[in-house]
Nanobody
Framework: QVQLVESGGGLVHPGGSLRLSCAASGFIFGILDMAWYRQAPGKQRDLVALITDIGGEKYVDSVKGRFTISRDNAKNTVDLQMNSLEPEDTAVYYC???????????????WGQGTQVTVSS
């Protein structure tokens, strides 16, 4: 069984910073893309940032220059450093990873349980 466990959410004032972390555990042959998504109340879940297995990064326009995604392939972890947070960043943040458990079946999407980020004065 593969699990993604997130940590690091919370309440922060506008302009503040938070760092989210996600660790994958279980029987893992390899991990391809890792990403962070977010879902605000009443809205769909949207991609925030993605990092490939070789370190290529992609960000949604609204977080460029403020958020940084990073990963540690040896530890199977992905982090999201969030700076200059705005009330519009308030959402539940989900970790996502495309994980290969064996070379026969290929990669499957796995999700964390979500962590709440609230930006408010």
């Amino acid at each position: 069984q593969v699990q993604l466990v997130e940590s690091g959410g919370g309440l922060v004032h506008p302009g503040g910073s938070l760092r989210l972390s996600c660790a994958a555990s279980g029987f893992i042959f390899g991990i391809l893309d890792m990403a962070w998504y977010r879902q605000a109340p009443g809205k769909q879940r949207d991609l925030v940032a993605l990092i490939t297995d070789i370190g290529g990064e992609k960000y949604v326009d609204s977080v460029k220059g403020r958020f940084t995604i990073s990963r540690d392939n040896a530890k199977n972890t992905v982090d999201l450093q969030m700076n200059s947070l705005e009330p519009e960043d308030t959402a539940v943040y989900y970790c996502n990873a495309k994980i290969v458990r064996n070379i026969i079946n290929g990669a499957f999407d796995y999700w964390g349980q979500g962590t709440q980020v609230t930006v408010s004065s």
